[in-house]
């Protein structure tokens, strides 16, 4: 099992910054990835950005070049580091974590914070 808790979300002006802090603690060996998902009212949970124990970083296309993805040396917490804040990024996000025992793959999520960003 893994648990993760998130921290670190708010009310933001437009082209404002955030940054968001997950903290993972439980059988944190067995994750190979870490990623930040968002949700916004009435749409589907997508993905944000990812980054593997091997250092490798998949950002979506609406982010690209404004958020950015990290995990500390321990592989404990993993970032996202949000600049030129859109109203469009206003969602709430959750931190996921993929893990892999016996060779099955598990879902682990946060419980997510908001962001809000105002136009």
């Known amino acids: 099992q893994v648990q993760l808790v998130e921290s670190g979300g708010g009310l933001v002006q437009a082209g404002g910054s955030l940054r968001l802090s997950c903290a993972a603690s439980?059988?944190?060996?067995?994750?190979?990835?870490m990623a930040w998902y968002r949700q916004a009212p009435e749409k589907p949970r997508e993905l944000v950005a990812l980054?593997?124990?091997?250092?490798?970083?998949n950002y979506a296309d609406s982010v690209k070049d404004r958020f950015t993805i990290s995990r500390d040396n321990a592989k404990t917490a993993v970032y996202l580091q949000m600049n030129s804040l859109k109203p469009e990024d206003t969602a709430v996000y959750y931190c996921?974590?993929?893990?892999?025992?016996?060779?099955?793959?598990?879902?682990?999520w946060g419980q997510g914070t908001q962001v809000t960003v105002s136009s």
């Open positions: 996921n974590a993929q893990s892999i025992t016996y060779g099955l793959k598990y879902n682990y």
């Open positions: 439980g059988s944190i060996f067995s994750i190979a990835a």
């Open positions: 980054i593997t124990n091997g250092g490798s970083t």
